[in-house]
Structure formats: structure tokens, C-alpha cells
């Protein structure tokens, strides 16, 4: 965040120097960009800060230049629209304007960014996946240092709820709160069209479209309907390896289905991933279905206690519970037209609540960062959609 300080506030006096000092530190042990208005001139011997560090030690002079230079340079490397907040000797904030008083902008300046996700677990593994690798260990720095928190998500409601109050704040606290976070949500799928973004994620970004001032607030919907559907093929590859036996097969297939032309990659941006075609479908073939699996888990029962582990095979067919396939006009229409009926029945369930997992970085989990780049590489629009996403994320910091 870059903060311009009004020459005004440069007054002899030791308020006054606590004060800028005070702006000093924050800027440095924050990371923030300290600016002046007029701007910092070393070679000014008549700049309005030189005139006023000539009565300092040469110790506390030089503390400030450097500061003074540090922020310069840092300035020259931001976009045109990073975050800019002016302080001036004002008694009250005219937050709108961004213009504050000394008092509010310390307490914004020392405020860590909040990240406001709706799952605040797989969520940061997803957004810094997104990041280059010197970027990732920035952000992590940042996030180990306290310059930036995640509070814990608790989905949409939640998120809704934040972004709600964030629209109408009623006073400094709910003011910097606002200056100082940065969401990003899912685009979820709407239920005439799953294309389309649902209901309360198109009142997610009303919410963050009404938000303009001081700046437009950075808050982020997905391109795609949720995280996961932005999983690399290869991930998906190696999810299907990690099963055993028939469970592996079933991935395999799976995967096979999901990532073939038929399917195609329109289907793939707005299928949902976690629960398949069957969270799709209407309430009543969702009752029927959950019937139908209360059933069956009934008949597994009743077979693991009448039939021994060793039954021949033909004794243990006995009481097989039957599987019940989507018909395609029970599909959302843009999940019909498929070629392949069996690469259709595939798909009628999801990946499992877990998928997102694969975004960790750990021994059993990694993604390679190539594969994920190349996921917005081979998609002009999700390339166009990560640009823009973190350059917002670096203007706010």
C-alpha cells in the first residue's frame, strides 16, 4: 500500500517529529510504500522535509532518507492503480476520498491484509499455486511475518456476510477493515444454467462491484466453477494411481471419461467435481438417489453378516444391490449431447469431498507447478483472469 504524507504535518515540535516517525517505522517494519507530497528530493536543500530532518541527529537523518529512498524505488516497480492512501491534517478521515488523519492511517498502516476465502485451507494452497514460485515464498513470508492473515472461511454465508458489512462501515475500525482485505470466491454454477454463476455467487461480486472507493475493492470470482475445477489432467492422473485394486480401475475410468474430448472442456469449467452429475440433477432424482444408497448400504450390511469372508464368488453375488444410471434428460442441458453413454455413467459421481487436497504441497500430494501453469496457459481467459488477480493481490499489499 503506498501512503503519501502532506507536507503540513512536518512541523518542528516533538509531537510532531514522534509522529512522522512514526509513519517512519510503520512504512519499514510494514512493508508499506512511504511517499511526501511534494515528493521526496534528496537534492532539495528547500524540500519541506529536508528543511525539517536539519534539526534532527544524523542518526534519525538517515533513518528517514532511507526510508524515503527505499520507498521510491518501490514505488517505481507498482501498477498505476496500487492501493494510495493520503495523510493530512485533518480532524476527521474522509475515508471515500482515502484521504485520513494521521491517527487513522497508522492504525490501517499496522492493520495485516486480511485474505477473505471461502474455505481458508484449500483455498491458499489454490491462490498460491496460482503464484509464480518467488511470489509464492513472498506470500508466505508475508503470511509468516503477520503482514497478511487468513481468517478462518466458513463458505459463502460467511463470506456474504463480510462483504455485506463491509459495504455500509460505521466507523474506522469497519473502514480499515475494508482497505485492508482482499477475497476470492467461487463461481459455483446457477441452476437453470450451470454455466452461469449461482445466485449467491452473482451477490458475492454485487457486493464487490459496489465497493469503489477509495479504490475498487480486489475481490475475485473464479473463471470456473470452483477450485478444483482448475485440477491439472496430471493430478487427476495420479489421484486414479493412489487407489488399490477395483477402487483404481473405477478412478482410472473416471479420469478417462472426464478429461476426453467428448466431455470437452465447457463441461469440465462448470462440472461439479466434489459430487458429480448427481449433485446436479433435480431434488426429487436426489431423493430417490440417497434413497437408493440407504438401501444398498443396508444390503452390504446384511451381506458382510450372512455370508462368510471365503464364500464362493456366486454366494457372494447373493443380494447384490442394483446400480441406478442418470438418464440424460435428467442432466442440466449442458451436460447432455455425449457420445459416449459409458464415459456418461462414469461422471454421475464426483471425485470425492477431498480433491481439492491434491493442491498441498506435500509427499504424497504435489502438484508439479508446471502442470498447473499450463492449465492457464492453454486458457486465454483463466490467463487473463490470474494476471488480474494477482496484480490485485500486490497493489493492496
Not at 28 to 57: F, I, K
Not at 200 to 218: I, N, R, T
Request: hydrophobic letters at 40%; glycine letters at 6%.
Amino acid at each position: 500500500m503506498i501512503v503519501i504524507v502532506d507536507r503540513r504535518l512536518f512541523q518542528k515540535g516533538l509531537p510532531a517529529l514522534v509522529r512522522c516517525l512514526q509513519f517512519v517505522f510503520a512504512a519499514s517494519t510494514r512493508e508499506h510504500v512511504l511517499l511526501t507530497d511534494p515528493p521526496w528530493n534528496a537534492e532539495d536543500d528547500a524540500h519541506p522535509v529536508r528543511v525539517w530532518l536539519s534539526a534532527l541527529s544524523a542518526e534519525i537523518q538517515e533513518a528517514v532518507q532511507n526510508e524515503l529512498e527505499r520507498s521510491l524505488d518501490k514505488a517505481t516497480t507498482m501498477a498505476a492503480h496500487a492501493a494510495k492512501l493520503r495523510v493530512e491534517p485533518i480532524a476527521e478521515s474522509r475515508w471515500e476520498d482515502g484521504e485520513l488523519t494521521p491517527e487513522d492511517a497508522l492504525r490501517a498502516m499496522y492493520t495485516p491484509l486480511w485474505l477473505a476465502l471461502e474455505n481458508g485451507r484449500n483455498d491458499l494452497q489454490f491462490l498460491r499455486r496460482i503464484l509464480e514460485g518467488r511470489d509464492r515464498a513472498e506470500l508466505d513470508r508475508c503470511i509468516a511475518e503477520g503482514l497478511v492473515e487468513i481468517p478462518l472461511g466458513g463458505g459463502t454465508g460467511e463470506l456474504k456476510a463480510f462483504l455485506a458489512r463491509l459495504k455500509e462501515p460505521d466507523g474506522a475500525t469497519s473502514w480499515i477493515r475494508r482497505l485492508r482485505s482482499w477475497a476470492m470466491f467461487d463461481r459455483d454454477a446457477h441452476s437453470s444454467d450451470r454455466r452461469l454463476p449461482s445466485k449467491e455467487s452473482k451477490d458475492l461480486h454485487g457486493h464487490v462491484a459496489s465497493m469503489q472507493k477509495p479504490w475498487p475493492f480486489p475481490g475475485h470470482q473464479l473463471g470456473r466453477r470452483t477450485i478444483e475445477n482448475y485440477l491439472p489432467f496430471e493430478a487427476l492422473d495420479m489421484w486414479a494411481e493412489g487407489g488399490e485394486g477395483h477402487d483404481r480401475t473405477r478412478r482410472r475410468q473416471q479420469v478417462e471419461a472426464f478429461k476426453s474430448a467428448d466431455f470437452g472442456p465447457t463441461r469440465r469449467a462448470c462440472f461439479n467435481m466434489k459430487d458429480g452429475f448427481e449433485k446436479d440433477v433435480a431434488q426429487e432424482v436426489r431423493d430417490e438417489l440417497n434413497q437408493r444408497k440407504k438401501e444398498q448400504y443396508k444390503l452390504k450390511r446384511q451381506r458382510r453378516q450372512l455370508l462368510p469372508r471365503n464364500a464362493p464368488a456366486n454366494h457372494r453375488a447373493i443380494a447384490r444391490p442394483t446400480v441406478r444410471w442418470l438418464k440424460e434428460t435428467e442432466l442440466p442441458v449442458v451436460f447432455q449431447g455425449m457420445q459416449n453413454e459409458a464415459f456418461r455413467n462414469r461422471l454421475n459421481r464426483g471425485f470425492g469431498k477431498d480433491i481439492a487436497a491434491l493442491y498441498r504441497e506435500d509427499e504424497d500430494t504435489k502438484i508439479d507447478d508446471i502442470w498447473f501453469h499450463r492449465v492457464f496457459e492453454l486458457d486465454p481467459a483463466a490467463q487473463a483472469w490470474r494476471k488480474r488477480l494477482v496484480e490485485s493481490l500486490w497493489s493492496v499489499l
